[in-house]
């Protein structure tokens, strides 16, 4: 079988002018990255039309290492509602190169459904991540300046400071720095570290603003620390907020591709959903449902995460409403949570998919807490078994659940056509809007609560000395109200990667709080999640090459 890659280069691209006509834009409402790629501008948003449009969200269980392929079955999915008539975009977000060069490969999708030019997608694509990094890092450059200007000084403690730099790179050895180090010419000594760019609050920021003003506000609204008299500190108090708005006014429009099938795909964002929001921008979204009835989207790993963040932060925020919320399943992610060993997911093991169905089950009675309506979409892999394909039927139809086998890496849009007639069935009858899971106004403990016991199955909540610090000070500054974007591992329904399958009868540990106020949410961090990963032991960086001609191979 060819690679992603191979396929994607054999497809001949449509000009990005063409893939705007069919979605009924003209070429000068488009700014032109090269032949393929292009800006949409703000003013094509219609409030009137998003409101009348479909919007379908696509999650999954709790996913491998590698991830079950809900880009993949996105984009699929895109293709094959277009191909039975329904006007359909995909929305998704942009790759990190985190994981590009780590462990996961590339975001674009894969086989017969991925966007492209796939290449530039995964790579650099129209700048948006530098421009997020720059904004980031000036404020922290702004930050360090003013420590060192004591006629301009705002009495900042350096203690307290808890802004640090970002880079989007896997780096573990950056996670805790010494900064300020040289002498009195080189700035104040003081501890830091970097996070990766996909966690960076401005990247949350970016992906939550409703237009450049909202972004301006919200950048002004960052947590800097405090001063020595305990009263804080805010980037608008350095007066970062202009400039850095500035480094962001093409950032924060969204991107216009297309997928292998030459239908619209619009990719903008990339918060990570084990430490972020885990979607694409608000923006986008409405961007979409401004152009097209259907939107399809996808929020990052297993339903516990993406989206939960995706309902109670995302929608919440913005007015939005998904229609359907497919979950995507794959027969290697059932026989893991099942007890069988990573390296032999790929051998007939029905009695590890049988066992491993408990964590669909569970990931299916979240997405029914929040009065919706799911379809599980069976991502077919070459090695799947018919038997192991069935047992996954017989218990959704035994829970009333429809369950369709989608072959979309290696059929596209045609693989997804069933699927496609079956998520349009569930959209167009639904008529009532999600119901959150918790209420923004409650207390802080009891909006984690919510999430750790109805959606992560806990039985209760506990607390380090350091997080109680940290609730204290979030209620001193007044910020109690705003919702609660947990970090937790993507590996497990609970705080702790081991506990495979449904984990029953645990305890959810809130190790910190950090305070994303320009985002407008606090981040509690469970366990040991990191929020600057590291590179694995064989890195995919090895793999990617480029020959003289430009053509690079072992992108996937």
């Keep these: 079988?060819?690679?992603?890659?191979?396929?994607?280069?054999?497809?001949?691209?449509?000009?990005?002018?063409?893939?705007?006509?069919?979605?009924?834009?003209?070429?000068?409402?488009?700014?032109?990255?090269?032949?393929?790629?292009?800006?949409?501008?703000?003013?094509?948003?219609?409030?009137?039309?998003?409101?009348?449009?479909?919007?379908?969200?696509?999650?999954?269980?709790?996913?491998?290492?590698?991830?079950?392929?809900?880009?993949?079955?996105?984009?699929?999915?895109?293709?094959?509602?277009?191909?039975?008539?329904?006007?359909?975009?995909?929305?998704?977000?942009?790759?990190?190169?985190?994981?590009?060069?780590?462990?996961?490969g590339g975001a674009a999708g894969g086989g017969y459904s991925q966007v492209l030019p796939m290449e530039d997608i995964n790579l650099h694509f129209t700048g948006d991540f530098s421009a997020i990094e720059k904004a980031h890092n000036l404020l922290a450059a702004l930050i360090d300046n003013n420590l060192q200007r004591k006629n301009r000084s705002l009495d900042l403690d350096p203690r307290t400071i808890v802004w640090k730099r970002v880079l989007d790179m896997n780096d573990r050895s950056l996670r805790n720095v010494v900064v300020g180090l040289g002498g009195t010419g080189s700035g104040v000594p003081r501890e830091s570290g970097f996070d990766i760019t996909a966690a960076s609050e401005i990247m949350a920021i970016l992906?939550?603003?409703?237009?450049?003003?909202?972004?301006?506000?919200?950048?002004?609204?960052?947590?800097?620390?405090?001063?020595?008299?305990?009263?804080?500190?805010?980037?608008?108090?350095?007066?970062?907020?202009?400039?850095?708005?500035?480094?962001?006014?093409?950032?924060?429009?969204?991107?216009?591709?297309?997928?292998?099938?030459?239908?619209?795909?619009?990719i903008h964002g990339g918060p990570f959903a084990n430490i972020a929001q885990g979607t694409n921008s608000v923006i986008a979204t409405k961007m979409g449902l401004s152009i097209s009835d259907y939107v399809v989207t996808e929020a990052g790993f297993g339903a516990d995460l993406g989206a939960e963040k995706f309902l109670d932060i995302k929608c919440q925020s913005a007015g939005l409403s998904p229609k359907a919320v497919v979950l995507v399943a794959t027969i290697r992610a059932l026989k893991y949570h099942g007890g069988a060993e990573l390296d032999s997911l790929k051998e007939p093991n029905p009695e590890a998919v049988a066992k491993g169905l408990e964590n669909l089950e569970k990931?299916?009675?979240?997405?029914?807490?929040?009065?919706?309506?799911?379809?599980?979409?069976?991502?077919?892999?070459?090695?799947?078994?018919?038997?192991?394909?069935?047992?996954?039927?017989?218990?959704?139809?035994?829970?009333?659940?429809?369950?369709?086998?989608?072959?979309?890496?290696?059929?596209?849009?045609?693989?997804?056509?069933?699927?496609?007639?079956?998520?349009?069935?569930?959209?167009?009858?639904?008529?009532?809007?999600?119901?959150?899971?918790?209420?923004?106004?409650?207390?802080?403990?009891?909006?984690?609560?919510?999430?750790?016991?109805?959606?992560?199955?806990?039985?209760?909540?506990?607390?380090?000395?350091?997080?109680?610090?940290?609730?204290?000070?979030?209620?001193?500054?007044?910020?109690?109200?705003?919702?609660?974007?947990?970090?937790?591992?993507?590996?497990?329904?609970?705080?702790?990667?081991?506990?495979?399958?449904?984990?029953?009868?645990?305890?959810?540990?809130?190790?910190?709080?950090?305070?994303?106020?320009?985002?407008?949410?606090?981040?509690?961090?469970?366990g040991s999640i990191m929020r600057m990963p590291g590179l694995p032991t064989i890195p995919s960086a090895e793999k990617i090459d480029i020959d003289e001609a430009g053509n690079i191979t072992g992108l996937f």
């Design 207 to 266: 992906c939550l603003s409703r237009d450049l003003s909202d972004l301006k506000r919200r950048l002004g609204n960052i947590f800097v620390g405090f001063r020595h008299d305990k009263s804080p500190i805010y980037a608008r108090d350095l007066n970062a907020e202009g400039a850095m708005t500035a480094l962001l006014k093409d950032a924060i429009k969204p991107n216009l591709v297309q997928t292998i099938e030459g239908n619209g795909a619009i």
């Design 363 to 526: 990931h299916l009675e979240n997405v029914a807490q929040f009065n919706l309506k799911p379809v599980v979409a069976i991502n077919r892999f070459l090695t799947d078994s018919e038997e192991e394909i069935q047992i996954i039927k017989d218990r959704c139809a035994a829970l009333g659940v429809p369950a369709v086998l989608a072959d979309v890496w290696a059929k596209g849009g045609e693989g997804a056509e069933e699927l496609a007639r079956k998520v349009a069935e569930v959209a167009e009858s639904v008529e009532e809007d999600f119901q959150p899971i918790y209420d923004w106004e409650a207390s802080v403990e009891d909006k984690i609560a919510a999430v750790a016991t109805k959606v992560y199955g806990a039985n209760s909540v506990e607390y380090t000395p350091k997080a109680k610090s940290d609730l204290r000070k979030i209620k001193r500054l007044g910020l109690e109200n705003l919702p609660v974007c947990i970090a937790k591992t993507q590996k497990s329904l609970s705080d702790n990667p081991k506990l495979i399958g449904r984990p029953r009868d645990f305890f959810i540990t809130v190790r910190e709080i950090e305070i994303a106020a320009g985002a407008g949410f606090l981040v509690p961090i469970t």
């Design 1 to 104: 079988m060819p690679t992603d890659i191979e396929i994607a280069q054999s497809i001949e691209l449509k000009p990005i002018a063409e893939i705007a006509k069919d979605i009924q834009l003209e070429p000068d409402q488009l700014e032109f990255y090269g032949k393929y790629k292009a800006k949409l501008p703000l003013y094509l948003i219609d409030e009137e039309k998003i409101s009348q449009n479909k919007l379908i969200l696509v999650s999954a269980i709790s996913p491998t290492p590698a991830g079950e392929g809900k880009t993949t079955m996105s984009i699929g999915l895109t293709q094959g509602l277009n191909r039975i008539g329904k006007q359909t975009i995909v929305v998704l977000r942009e790759p990190s190169l985190g994981p590009v060069f780590g462990i996961k």
